[in-house]
């Protein structure tokens, strides 16, 4: 990898961080030589074009985001011009420290572009000073996995423990299947229309089920994975419908959106920079479906986040697990459809009474009632019967790579499909 890298001297790059990196060093006496890099974004404003201006606050949010999540709590970093940072690491040696700010530049690349150009990706380690300047070695991403491939081996060969035998770099850079985003139709019964298509994150496992939703985050109980969830789910889901739309392709959009993700005031902000730079003309397409609220929501705090989402899309939709105690606070929100998400092979046997009285009660307080799980033909009937505005599930229609054109679907066409099951 040396013989690879590129030797550059600081030069003017940190004539101006000097102070700072004196202040770092006095306070951490032992950070290890080798422990200062350089992460910069130019290849990514590179990539990024005309469009760098309008994201480059959202993108220093997320590198700033990133850095909190990859760094030890004893390591520091700073905003360093416009494209860059400093990182000063307090133990990890400059092969290991590298890689991290790597990985950092592709997580943005991969979060605002949807892949990575590993060669492009290139970080600046300090290697030593001489006639009192730091010398750096510039390395890609590319080069780094490479030599990590190569240690992680020599250390699967030379460790029996299972511990030993996942080396550093294994946790630096996990290789995982990218998320995807799929979508499938939801029935609008009184229209007789397949016109609102669900977005939903998957990520595929080799020889295993994928996973779905928040469970695609490495830990669905952190705050901020699920908003990287959800700003990656509305990038890939407003790439793809902005493609379809210039090809004169129409239908509606429900964009999940986790309760934790509105409920904290950093985390809306930076949900907020993603919903400004969604182009005006997809706005009226879009509608939100909110994950995650907290049984006995106030009305207050519910009323909030669909006041936000409303600037933003046509309609605001709540998705609960079941009962009915939190309707007339969604109601009183000003929630359009309240959907009831049933477990995977429920059953008219055991749900019917309860969707029963779920529609029942969004009637009576007007508002929609939704249910998604209708994998089967009876539960659909049933849904039917129950008197379900909104139907979702595998009986309605699958899950694909795309959304689809608005079709139209009436009861008729579902009694043939029961009939045909």
């Given at each position: 990898?040396?013989?690879?890298?590129?030797?550059?001297?600081?030069?003017?790059?940190?004539?101006?961080?000097?102070?700072?990196?004196?202040?770092?060093?006095?306070?951490?006496?032992?950070?290890?030589?080798?422990?200062?890099?350089?992460?910069?974004l130019d290849s990514l404003r590179s990539r990024?074009?005309?469009?760098?201006?309008?994201?480059?606050?959202?993108?220093?949010?997320?590198?700033?985001?990133?850095?909190?999540?990859?760094?030890?709590?004893?390591?520091?970093?700073?905003?360093?011009?416009?494209?860059?940072?400093?990182?000063?690491?307090?133990?990890?040696?400059?092969?290991?420290?590298?890689?991290?700010?790597?990985?950092?530049?592709?997580?943005?690349?991969?979060?605002?572009?949807?892949?990575?150009?590993?060669?492009?990706?290139?970080?600046?380690?300090?290697?030593?000073?001489?006639?009192?300047?730091?010398?750096?070695?510039?390395?890609?991403?590319?080069?780094?996995?490479?030599?990590?491939?190569?240690?992680?081996?020599?250390?699967?060969?030379?460790?029996?423990?299972?511990?030993?035998?996942?080396?550093?770099?294994?946790?630096?850079?996990?290789?995982?299947?990218?998320?995807?985003?799929?979508?499938?139709?939801?029935?609008?019964?009184?229209?007789?229309?397949?016109?609102?298509?669900?977005?939903?994150?998957?990520?595929?496992?080799?020889?295993?089920?994928?996973?779905?939703?928040?469970?695609?985050?490495?830990?669905?109980?952190?705050?901020?994975?699920?908003?990287?969830?959800?700003?990656?789910?509305?990038?890939?889901t407003m790439e793809v419908y902005g493609e379809?739309?210039?090809?004169?392709?129409?239908?509606?959009?429900?964009?999940?959106?986790?309760?934790?993700?509105?409920?904290?005031?950093?985390?809306?902000?930076?949900?907020?920079?993603?919903?400004?730079?969604?182009?005006?003309?997809?706005?009226?397409?879009?509608?939100?479906?909110?994950?995650?609220?907290?049984?006995?929501?106030?009305?207050?705090?519910?009323?909030?986040?669909?006041?936000?989402?409303?600037?933003?899309?046509?309609?605001?939709?709540a998705v609960v697990e079941s009962g009915c105690?939190?309707?007339?606070?969604?109601?009183?929100?000003?929630?359009?459809?309240?959907?009831?998400?049933?477990?995977?092979?429920?059953?008219?046997?055991?749900?019917?009474?309860?969707?029963?009285?779920?529609?029942?009660?969004?009637?009576?307080?007007?508002?929609?009632?939704?249910?998604?799980?209708?994998?089967?033909?009876?539960?659909?009937?049933?849904?039917?019967?129950?008197?379900?505005?909104?139907?979702?599930?595998?009986?309605?229609?699958?899950?694909?790579?795309?959304?689809?054109?608005?079709?139209?679907?009436?009861?008729?066409?579902?009694?043939?499909?029961?009939?045909?099951?």
């Amino acid at each position: 990898m040396d013989g690879l890298a590129q030797r550059e001297s600081a030069g003017g790059h940190f004539t101006e961080a000097a102070p700072k990196l004196r202040a770092i060093f006095q306070a951490q006496t032992q950070a290890a030589a080798g422990s200062l890099h350089m992460v910069g974004l130019d290849s990514l404003r590179s990539r990024l074009g005309a469009r760098w201006p309008r994201v480059a606050d959202r993108v220093h949010m997320l590198v700033e985001r990133l850095l909190r999540q990859m760094l030890n709590p004893r390591d520091a970093w700073f905003r360093h011009g416009e494209e860059g940072y400093i990182v000063v690491f307090h133990q990890l040696g400059r092969t290991e420290a590298g890689l991290v700010c790597a990985k950092v530049v592709e997580q943005l690349q991969r979060l605002l572009l949807g892949d990575v150009d590993t060669a492009a990706v290139r970080v600046h380690s300090a290697v030593h000073e001489m006639d009192g300047e730091l010398l750096f070695q510039s390395s890609s991403l590319h080069e780094m996995l490479a030599g990590a491939a190569s240690l992680a081996g020599a250390a699967v060969a030379a460790e029996t423990s299972a511990d030993k035998a996942n080396p550093w770099w294994a946790h630096a850079a996990p290789q995982e299947e990218p998320l995807e985003v799929v979508y499938r139709p939801i029935w609008d019964v009184r229209k007789q229309v397949l016109s609102i298509y669900l977005a939903r994150a998957m990520r595929p496992r080799r020889g295993r089920l994928p996973l779905w939703g928040y469970d695609c985050a490495a830990n669905p109980q952190d705050m901020q994975q699920i908003l990287g969830l959800d700003l990656d789910v509305l990038r890939q889901t407003m790439e793809v419908y902005g493609e379809l739309y210039r090809n004169q392709f129409r239908c509606f959009l429900s964009v999940p959106v986790h309760f934790e993700t509105l409920a904290g005031i950093a985390r809306r902000r930076e949900y907020l920079a993603a919903l400004q730079a969604i182009p005006k003309e997809l706005v009226a397409f879009l509608a939100f479906h909110v994950v995650g609220f907290p049984q006995g929501v106030p009305v207050s705090r519910a009323t909030e986040m669909v006041t936000f989402l409303k600037q933003f899309s046509r309609v605001v939709i709540a998705v609960v697990e079941s009962g009915c105690q939190d309707l007339p606070a969604l109601a009183a929100a000003g929630i359009y459809i309240v959907t009831m998400l049933l477990p995977p092979g429920a059953s008219p046997k055991r749900w019917g009474p309860e969707l029963s009285r779920f529609s029942h009660e969004a009637l009576r307080l007007r508002v929609h009632a939704g249910v998604e799980g209708v994998d089967t033909s009876l539960m659909a009937s049933y849904a039917d019967g129950a008197g379900f505005h909104y139907m979702a599930g595998d009986f309605i229609g699958p899950w694909s790579e795309v959304p689809e054109n608005a079709l139209r679907f009436t009861h008729a066409d579902l009694r043939a499909r029961i009939v045909a099951d």
